[in-house]
């Protein structure tokens, strides 16, 4: 836990004094997925029913012998049923009428584009599986993914998935140091990288960082290399270990029997960052997994059998995996993946390529919502996103502010929204809007999804009455949940599950107003949430500390108006350092290249004391104050209260 308890939402009352209320079309209301308020009814009254009923939209080998095994904070869904996860986002849907229906419309960023429909995805995922055998891999064996947007890194989730090896996506702006934590936890045997990515027309070394990696991961035997970038990545290949994917591919069949998985089976490992130690392996399992993302996905997203669904995430994230590949997929849905950023070549690309496809449901973050609000409502107002039907946010709180703006400049007054809050933890949407069922208000996630239970509590774990704030925890198992921390199960029970006996905690504060409806407040751990991106004050420290002139750092998050928040960080130099300009950019880059540029602190600020406990224990909810230009909160438990006043005043000075 943090110091402090302090959100990214301080003007709380401003927030729940949001009085507009969206009622859904009637037109959208008729045709709705979600149907009718019997929905929640029915899922509350019989929880395992409910899932049952759901995981038949899945095609089972066997079926399961009991739907949920709770046994707190232990969790097996669909016990005793096996099924393949690619079988069910691609095989089925090839051999059926949507054989020739593109699955995934690939827009790439320097004009390159690619369709693969359900029965060329088939075959390129069973030759690419094909492949991943002729490697020596086998069922149980982990696969260490690390590639920018392009197919074949869905081509290679699901090839995985054939064959029953989980996968271990790292996202491709993370540095060599993060790509070799990963893989030396995850002990992967193989890894799939690319010669480069394309970023605004700069090329990213994904194998040059794949090499450095490389130096110190013993489990590693073999690299596939994506030949995405050609001669301007410098790629060099190392003989005996590195093939490229076309030769790997090159004779392989195009047949590939799907492995039966045991519904327990773990299908992938997503590292993500705590509050302290080392990012953490979570961990994904077959069968609940895949009902609970398709589940939310058909729901949430409302999605038609001819509509195009874009959501606008990083595969190398949560998002991606749950609603880029398997939810989208596993619904036979056409999913459009984009490879570059919203500003290249111009600031009117995401809204070109929704033109251009005639998207129909569009899902983005509200960092970017914030972006483009600061462009201008004239780069949206220059095309046609007549097709839009449905607009979704994940990743952060979105103010009211930015909800009204999308809702007016994208959704042109037309398009419900749904705000989803979810984790990397719980791999499905637990809380969201039913669209056409449930009206919204700006900057709440409305409530939880059928059959998913949360509630707000004090420190004692006391549910606390409508308008207070306190922890979100869910009081219930959903079926997507994550089962355990690679390696480490005592931190899965520790961090999440220690809390509140039988609670779930998520590390978000949260509110319920007089219409039970949930307002997320941010983290009230050391999590940072930068642009969406999860990053914890701790990483960034160990980063900064691990520099030869820097003696300690205390890094926080600090309210932002377009990345929610930015890194600010308090360093103490070494004896006979001295600060300068120079110093600070060399410790930003310093970050950057240690964690990834998502990293990389926003401030740096040196001072000759940190405020510290008694304890010795580093105030960060002081800093955050310092920052954030307030009052200082209360400094009684200080060692030295001097040291706080002097920093907020040479703050202020220099800032
Ligand atoms: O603080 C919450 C915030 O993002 C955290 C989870 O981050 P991550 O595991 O990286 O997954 C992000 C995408 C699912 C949460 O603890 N968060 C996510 N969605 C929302 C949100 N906060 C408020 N509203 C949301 N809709």
Request: glycine share 10%; aromatic share 10%.
């Amino acid at each position: 836990m943090g110091d402090g308890g302090a959100t990214q939402r301080e003007s709380l009352e401003a927030l729940l004094q949001e009085a507009r209320l969206f009622r859904p079309a009637p037109e959208f209301s008729k045709n709705a997925n979600a149907g009718d308020a019997e929905i929640y009814a029915r899922a509350a009254k019989d929880l395992e029913g409910f899932w049952a009923d759901e995981a038949k939209r899945l095609d089972w080998i066997e079926p399961w012998k009991k739907v949920l095994e709770w046994d707190a904070p232990w969790a097996e869904w669909f016990v005793g049923g096996k099924l393949n996860v690619a079988a069910n986002c691609v095989d089925r849907h090839a051999a059926s009428a949507r054989r020739n229906k593109a699955a995934i419309i690939w827009e790439g960023e320097p004009g390159d584009t690619r369709v693969l429909t359900f029965g060329m995805l088939q075959r390129e995922v069973n030759r690419f599986a094909n492949g991943l055998k002729s490697l020596g891999v086998k069922k149980g064996e982990r696969v260490a993914i690390y590639m920018g947007m392009i197919p074949e890194l869905a081509i290679t989730m699901l090839a995985c998935a054939k064959i029953g090896a989980p996968h271990s996506v790292v996202f491709g702006g993370f540095s060599a140091e993060s790509l070799r934590e990963r893989i030396n936890d995850a002990q992967a045997k193989v890894l799939i990288t690319a010669d480069g990515a394309w970023r605004r027309g700069n090329v990213v070394p994904l194998k040059a960082n794949a090499d450095a990696a490389l130096e110190g991961t013993p489990s590693i035997e073999k690299v596939v290399v994506v030949d995405r970038v050609g001669k301007q990545a410098n790629a060099t290949m190392k003989a005996g270990r590195d093939v490229t994917w076309d030769e790997l591919v090159k004779d392989a069949s195009d047949k590939c029997a799907a492995e039966p998985m045991d519904a327990e089976d773990m299908l992938y490992i997503l590292y993500t960052s705590g509050t302290t130690g080392k990012p953490k392996g979570v961990v994904h399992t077959t069968a609940g997994y895949l009902v609970g993302v398709s589940t939310t996905h058909h729901y949430i997203f409302d999605v038609k059998e001819n509509d195009v669904y874009w959501c606008t995430a990083d595969i190398g994230w949560v998002t991606g995996h749950s609603y880029i590949v398997y939810g989208p997929l596993a619904n036979g849905c056409t999913s459009l993946m984009y490879e570059g950023s919203p500003d290249y070549p111009d600031r009117g690309r995401f809204w070109s390529v929704v033109s251009k496809y005639g998207v129909n449901i569009f899902y983005t973050a509200p960092t970017a919502i914030r972006t483009f609000m600061r462009w201008g409502r004239e780069w949206p107002a220059r095309y046609d996103l007549s097709s839009l039907r449905l607009l979704g946010t994940v990743g952060e709180p979105i103010n009211p502010e930015a909800w009204i703006w999308y809702h007016e400049n994208i959704g042109r007054q037309r398009c419900p929204i749904v705000d989803t809050w979810w984790q990397t933890e719980t791999g499905m949407v637990l809380m969201s809007p039913l669209p056409g069922l449930v009206p919204t208000k700006p900057g709440s996630a409305t409530r939880p999804f059928p059959g998913v239970e949360a509630d707000v509590v004090d420190e004692k774990g006391r549910t606390v009455p409508p308008g207070a704030g306190g922890y979100l925890v869910l009081t219930k198992p959903w079926p997507a949940m994550f089962r355990t921390i690679y390696g480490d199960p005592e931190r899965y029970v520790r961090q999440y599950w220690s809390r509140y006996e039988g609670k779930y905690f998520t590390g978000d504060g949260a509110k319920r107003d007089e219409d039970s409806y949930f307002w997320l407040l941010g983290r009230v751990d050391d999590v940072m949430n930068v642009a969406g991106h999860r990053i914890s004050t701790y990483e960034v420290e160990s980063a900064l500390v691990d520099h030869d002139s820097v003696a300690e750092a205390a890094v926080i998050g600090k309210t932002d108006a377009i990345k929610g928040q930015a890194i600010a960080s308090f360093v103490t130099l070494k004896e006979g350092t001295l600060p300068s300009d120079a110093l600070k950019r060399e410790l930003r880059e310093h970050v950057a290249a240690r964690i990834g540029s998502i990293a990389r602190p926003d401030e740096i600020f040196f001072t000759s004391e940190l405020p510290k406990t008694r304890s010795a224990k580093i105030m960060r909810r002081l800093l955050r104050d310092i920052a954030e230009g307030r009052l200082l909160g209360d400094t009684t438990t200080l060692a030295d209260s001097a040291v706080v006043g002097k920093l907020k005043q040479q703050y202020e000075e220099e800032g």
